[in-house]
């Protein structure tokens, strides 16, 4: 069954030359009870060790069941050994932070029998080295001859054809020491047991076969045995730990230091916290500038008017030194020449339209057209206006006059591209009333404090006076009637138009609207007077509603074939007629396109958005837009940033610093667990299992320090919130974000387990009966 041939084994120690093994050959019965008797340092221990293959053979052949081992590499030992091998060592070897039953488990984890057949031949080896009632105990708390059956019940629970007994009873007394004994010869029935003793007396009294060895060689046999030609076909089954059997291995050794594991993951978590918090802040800050920010944006959206100023056409033009000449030059002005008129045609406005929602939800496509607005004051009707100028001023030309009487004014908010009212709900707040829902529907917008425009009431119909008080009821629903041009205008026989005077009737008539104010609404931010003037405000489809009602009436159609007022005759430039079409609502030319970036760092990509329009296109079909806001972004954004890097970049030395700490942890580890380390390699472990053992130590410790560090840091953001909020006034700054929290502790993990897998490596690579003479 197992044959040794010529077998050599040497040592040199300095100018030592020792024969462990001088040429050695032995074979062996598939059952029978083997003792090598022999002085210490005769070659016995390394006989067994090659046997078991812990150790390797310079020369010569080891046969298994007829098969050459010349060949085997080091997974075919490691197989081997688990498979046909079980050892009982003099200093029983047990791995202390696992249970007595776990110990057992142990072989037949690394052969990967399922749990409950496992769990099953432990209880039943230990039942028969007499364990029954101590299978759930710990080793510490068995006596010696205890601690030898669970080493035996191990050896035997994966059912070995070779059981190898180093010194078994050597720490043992003697009547221990005699049952250890029995129980061995009773195993010896089923397989192939030798055993190594210096005790002549146990050996003669219970071995079938005696081999006496000294000086590397064997000086006598009471039995020989010589292999037949015939040989059993001897097949290797591979081991494999699982990842959960190294994690749990780790984690039970980690438990039994719990002090020095708590201050290597509290070290190792420093660096942790630190970035932590650095992120939280920046974070926290972040949100504070991107909110002082975005209310600021609301004052501040990009712009694009009928007349643009063209910056670039402005540079260079400052002069740096006075002129000498005696003459006065005509020149048109730098501002003049930067004046642009964008031709905001359909294509543009499609253009606008198609920008991704994402950047930009708001848009506001706001006209010029005037609105036939009365209101009953007293019982009746009278002409109002949403303006806020003085209503008693003068004005001085037509268009002017003509927009003062149709009520163009008051403020313009856009409505959501998909129809929902974000922007009012966004920036201001409903002191009284609700918000619009439809484009008939106004709010009266106030100051911080209240205040409205005393103008703006005027022009409603209110009579007024300064600093006269008005509850909210006496404002909200008030109701004014828009009347279409066809409706408001009567044409006379000289072919001139007028509004008509019977303003009555006027409110009866079918394309009659009727706008409702709706709320009292007042700007939510504190740093931040808001896009709208203290007035009436309305939605920019109301200008697009109140357009398309009136672009194809009777007194528009007149005035576009007319080259003078069709209300006053008056003859009329170019300019002023295209100004009184736009207010009759004749001009579907906007007046105004107001651009809302959702956040105020996605105004970089509305822009990039506007100038692919302008790419390849002349200047004059080029269209500009005002951005007032634009270099806020790169300042802030980046300066927060950059402080960030920074900060984060000093706090991650302290990570590398950890990596370097858990290295020299691990290697501290695996000087502690050398024993185990040859345990586990007797036991058929590959290198990758004892690697994977130590690798799984560096995790759980890099795991556990990345949790420690976001856990402390999470509750280190309450204090650090309480003292800013007492210094700044600003509230919550320090806000912890789940995903960076996540990335930290998958960034502490993986450190940790570069820094521990060096010495992982170089536990792996431990010689087995090196490491199993380890004190």
Not at 141 to 150: A, N
Not at 210 to 232: C, L, N, W
Not at 247 to 264: A, E, H, P, V
């Amino acid at each position: 069954m197992l044959e040794l041939k010529h077998i050599k084994k040497y040592y040199q120690v300095g100018d030592t030359l020792t024969k462990a093994q001088d040429d050695v050959s032995v074979a062996f019965r598939k059952q029978e009870f083997v003792a090598i008797l022999g002085p210490s340092g005769s070659g016995k221990t390394t006989m067994l060790n090659i046997i078991g293959g812990l150790d390797r053979y310079d020369s010569g052949d080891l046969l298994i069941k007829g098969k050459s081992t010349k060949d085997f590499k080091d997974a075919d030992w490691d197989a081997y050994r688990n498979n046909s091998v079980g050892f009982i060592f003099q200093s029983y070897n047990l791995i202390s932070h696992l249970s007595i039953i776990q110990n057992v488990e142990m072989g037949m984890t690394l052969s990967g029998v399922a749990s409950a057949e496992k769990r099953q031949r432990a209880e039943d080896a230990l039942i028969r080295v007499g364990l029954k009632d101590h299978m759930h105990k710990q080793p510490s708390q068995l006596s010696g001859g205890q601690m030898q059956r669970v080493a035996i019940a191990r050896a035997i629970a994966n059912d070995p054809e070779i059981l190898l007994a180093d010194e078994p009873t050597g720490a043992l007394d003697s009547e221990t020491s005699e049952e250890i004994m029995q129980l061995i010869k009773e195993l010896s029935q089923e397989r192939l047991v030798i055993m190594v003793t210096h005790n002549p007396d146990l050996a003669h009294k219970y071995a079938d076969r005696v081999i006496e060895f000294a000086d590397g060689r064997i000086q006598h046999d009471s039995h020989p045995h010589v292999e037949g030609t015939k040989s059993d076909q001897f097949n290797l089954k591979r081991t494999k730990m699982s990842y959960f059997t190294a994690l749990n291995l780790s984690f039970n050794n980690i438990r039994t230091k719990k002090g020095r594991t708590f201050l290597t993951v509290f070290a190792s978590s420093i660096g942790i916290i630190g970035i932590a918090v650095v992120l939280a802040l920046s974070n926290g800050f972040q949100k504070q500038i991107n909110q002082t920010q975005s209310e600021a944006m609301a004052s501040m959206p990009v712009t694009i008017s009928q007349v643009g100023s063209d910056n670039t056409a402005m540079t260079g033009t400052s002069q740096k030194s006075f002129s000498k000449a005696d003459q006065v030059t005509a020149k048109t002005s730098a501002a003049d020449k930067a004046q642009h008129v964008n031709k905001l045609s359909d294509a543009y406005l499609d253009y606008v339209e198609k920008m991704p929602a994402k950047d930009a939800k708001n848009i506001a496509v706001s006209y010029g057209t005037g609105m036939n607005l009365m209101r009953e004051v007293d019982g009746k009707y009278k002409t109002v206006s949403f303006s806020n100028s003085n209503p008693d001023s003068t004005t001085f030309n037509a268009s002017a006059m003509l927009a003062s009487t149709t009520g163009v004014g008051g403020s313009i908010y856009p409505i959501d591209r998909d129809g929902k009212q974000s922007f009012l709900k966004t920036y201001y707040k409903t002191i009284a009333g609700k918000y619009p829902t439809k484009a008939t529907d106004l709010v009266l917008v106030v100051n911080k404090d209240n205040s409205i425009n005393i103008n703006a009431l005027k022009n409603l119909g209110f009579n007024v006076k300064e600093n006269e008080h008005f509850d909210y009821d006496q404002l909200v629903g008030t109701q004014i009637k828009l009347v279409a041009n066809d409706d408001y205008y009567t044409k006379l026989p000289t072919g001139t138009y007028i509004p008509s005077q019977k303003l009555d009737d006027l409110a009866a008539k079918p394309k009659t609207q009727t706008l409702t104010i709706t709320g009292i609404v007042r700007v939510k931010s504190k740093n931040s007077d808001g896009l709208l003037a203290a007035g009436v405000a309305y939605s920019s489809k109301l200008t697009e509603m109140v357009l398309n009602e009136n672009k194809d009436s009777a007194i528009v159609t007149a005035q576009k074939a007319s080259a003078t007022n069709v209300m006053t005759g008056q003859t009329m430039d170019a300019s002023t007629k295209a100004s009184v079409l736009t207010v009759l609502g004749g001009s579907s030319t906007p007046s105004s396109i107001q651009i809302y970036p959702t956040t105020f760092k996605l105004k970089d990509k509305v822009l990039s958005y506007l100038d692919k329009w302008n790419k390849g296109k002349d200047k004059a079909d080029k269209v500009i837009y005002t951005d007032l806001a634009g270099t806020v972004s790169d300042m802030t954004g980046g300066l927060m940033d950059a402080i960030t890097y920074v900060l984060v970049a000093f706090a991650g030395i302290s990570l590398v610093t950890s990596m370097i700490m858990i290295a020299i942890i691990t290697y501290t580890s695996v000087l502690e667990r050398t024993k185990e380390i040859g345990v586990l390699k007797a036991l058929g472990a590959r290198k990758k299992d004892i690697t994977r053992v130590f690798d799984a130590e560096t995790f759980i410790l890099g795991f556990g320090a990345g949790l420690f560090g976001i856990f402390v840091a999470w509750l280190l953001t309450f204090p650090i919130n309480i003292v800013l909020e007492n210094v700044t006034g600003l509230a919550g700054v320090a806000v912890l974000n789940p995903v960076h929290a996540i990335v930290l502790v998958i960034i502490s993990t993986i450190l940790t387990l570069l820094g521990g897998h060096v010495p992982a490596r170089m536990a792996a690579k431990k010689d087995a009966a090196v490491a199993l003479r380890a004190e």
